[in-house]
C-alpha cells in the first residue's frame, strides 16, 4: 500500500508588474486576474493525491491522479481521459505532458494474469471509472482580453464602418450545460488490453464518457452579436451568446509500439529507431456549424471520425555537432478523418475554436541532444497544420544548474497565411495558427525541486 500526493501554487506576476499601466486597463487586461493571476481553488492547489495497492496479480489505485494512453510526443491522440489546462501558453510548451493535464478523481484497477508464452511475454487488463467529482473540464482558452488576458484568440471581423476598421470579439455569454458533481450522465468508463507479443508492444483502447470541451452554437441565431462594448480608444468588442453542452464521446482504438532491428546502422550510431502508432475510431461525435461554416444553420450536427498517429523515435550520431551524445529525433505524422456526409452543403465544421475539414492533416518534429555531460539540453518543437497553413515553432535550451534548480529559456512562435477557399468572408483567416499569432514570445522559467 502506497501513498502519493503533490501540491503545485501557480501565480503569474504580470497582474502585479502592470497593476497601474493605463495601457493594460485600456485592452481589459485586468479584468482576467481572477482567472489567471494566481491558481487557488482546491483542485489546482492539490494535483496528484492517490493510494496504491498491489497485491500479487492485481492493481488498484484510488485517488486524483492522471491516466497516460498515449505514446505520441506533443500530440497525444489516446489521452482521452483527463482534460487539460491550456490557458497560459495554449498548453503548447508542455512537450513533457507534466503541467497542462488535470488530475482528476479517479478509479483505476489492473490485472495482470501472468501469461509468459513463447509468443506473448506479458498480458494485463486495465479499467478506469470516473465518478465524476468535480466535474472538470478542459481549461482552454476563452475569448476576450477580460477573460483570456494577453492569451485571448485575435478574433477580427473587418468593418470600414468601425472606428479602427474592424471589430474584435470579446468575451462570450454562455450557457453550458454540464452533467453535475457524481451525476450518473456524467460517468465515464475506460478500459484497456494490453501486452507484448512477438516484441510489440500492443494496447486495445475502449473509452464511453463525455467531449472534455463543451460543443457551442449561438444562443440566438437571428443576432449572434447581441452585447457590444467600445474600450477608451475606439475599439468596438463584440460579445457573442452562445449556449452549449458537453456531448457524448466513445472511441475504440489499439496502440503498437517496437523497435526497428533491421534499421539499426552503426555510421548513425548502431540505435535501432522504435515505431509507435495510434489510432481510434469516435462514433456520432458533435460538431458546430456556429462560427464559420459557409453554409449557416447554426445546428449541431454529428458524424463519425477517425483519427490516427505514427511517430518515430530515434536516436542518431552526428559527430560534427556532438562527439558525445546522440540527438534524438522524432518526426510524427496526424491524420484526422471526419465522415462529413455531402449534404451539408459544406467540407468543414468547427470544434470549439478549430476548425476542421473532411481530411486534416500535421506533421510535427521534434529534436533535441544534450552538452556538458547532460546539463544542457537545447530542443526544437515544430508543427505544421497542412490544412490551412500554420506554423508553430518551440526552440527551448533547458539547464540543470544544480540538482535542485532548473533553468529553461524558449519562445514560442505562430505564423499562418490567408487561404482563398478557407473563409466565410465575415471570419477571414479566423482559424489555427492565425488566431495567435501576435502571441510570439521569449520565456524563462526557473524550476526549484527539493530533494
Known amino acids: 500500500m502506497k501513498f502519493y500526493g503533490s501540491t503545485r501554487i501557480t501565480g503569474d506576476w504580470i497582474y502585479q508588474i502592470k497593476h497601474n499601466d493605463s495601457s493594460w486597463h485600456d485592452k481589459e487586461f485586468d479584468k482576467s486576474r481572477g482567472n489567471l493571476n494566481i491558481d487557488d481553488k482546491y483542485r489546482q492547489l492539490l494535483r496528484e493525491a492517490h493510494f496504491t495497492w498491489t497485491p500479487e496479480k492485481f492493481f488498484f489505485r484510488v485517488g486524483k491522479q492522471i491516466v497516460t494512453w498515449g505514446e505520441m510526443l506533443g500530440i497525444r491522440l489516446m489521452d482521452q481521459i483527463n482534460p487539460l489546462d491550456s490557458r497560459r501558453a495554449l498548453g503548447l510548451n508542455d512537450l513533457e505532458f507534466d503541467y497542462t493535464p488535470i488530475p482528476i478523481w479517479l478509479i483505476r484497477s489492473e490485472y495482470h494474469p501472468g501469461i509468459n508464452a513463447k509468443w506473448l511475454q506479458d498480458l494485463g487488463f486495465e ?42 470579439v470579446g468575451s462570450a455569454i454562455s450557457d453550458i450545460k454540464t452533467p453535475g458533481h457524481f451525476n450518473r450522465k456524467g460517468h465515464e468508463y475506460a478500459f484497456r488490453v494490453k501486452g507484448v507479443a512477438w516484441d510489440t508492444f500492443l494496447t486495445l483502447n475502449a473509452f464511453y464518457g463525455r467531449e472534455n470541451s463543451p460543443i457551442v452554437k449561438f444562443a440566438d441565431p437571428t443576432n ?11 475599439q468596438v468588442i463584440l460579445h457573442p451568446g452562445f449556449v452549449g453542452h458537453f456531448p457524448l464521446f466513445r472511441f475504440v482504438g489499439a496502440t503498437a509500439s517496437r523497435d526497428i532491428p533491421f534499421l539499426k546502422a552503426a555510421f548513425l550510431g548502431n540505435v535501432a529507431p522504435v515505431v509507435r502508432l495510434e489510432s481510434f475510431y469516435a462514433f456520432d461525435n458533435t460538431f458546430t456549424d456556429a462560427l464559420s461554416a459557409p453554409v449557416f444553420q447554426n445546428e449541431f450536427k454529428k458524424f463519425d471520425e477517425f483519427r490516427a498517429g505514427i511517430n518515430i523515435d530515434w536516436k542518431i550520431k552526428v559527430p560534427f555537432l556532438n562527439r558525445r551524445a546522440n540527438f534524438f529525433i ?22 470549439a475554436l478549430t476548425r476542421v475539414g473532411k481530411h486534416n492533416w500535421t506533421t510535427t518534429l521534434y529534436v533535441d541532444t544534450v552538452y556538458l555531460n547532460a546539463k544542457l539540453r537545447p530542443s526544437i518543437f515544430w508543427i505544421h497544420d497542412w490544412e490551412f497553413g500554420g506554423d508553430y515553432l518551440l526552440p527551448q535550451v533547458i539547464y540543470d544548474w544544480s540538482s535542485n534548480w532548473c533553468v529553461t529559456l524558449g519562445a514560442l512562435i505562430f505564423a499562418a497565411k490567408d487561404l482563398p477557399g478557407k473563409e466565410n468572408g465575415t471570419f477571414k483567416s479566423n482559424n489555427g495558427f492565425d488566431l495567435f499569432k501576435h502571441k510570439d514570445q521569449i520565456f524563462l522559467r526557473l524550476t526549484y525541486r527539493w530533494s
Open 127 to 168: 479499467l478506469v471509472f470516473n465518478p465524476n467529482a468535480d466535474d472538470i473540464n478542459d481549461l482552454g482558452v476563452p475569448l476576450g482580453n477580460d477573460e483570456a488576458g494577453i492569451w485571448a484568440p485575435n478574433i477580427r471581423i473587418p468593418d470600414p464602418t468601425a472606428p479602427l476598421g474592424e471589430i474584435r
Open 224 to 234: 449572434p452579436f447581441p452585447e457590444v462594448t467600445v474600450l477608451p480608444k475606439g
Open 330 to 351: 522524432n518526426p510524427q505524422v496526424y491524420y484526422r478523418r471526419i465522415d462529413i456526409s455531402t449534404n451539408t452543403g459544406q467540407d468543414w465544421f468547427d470544434t
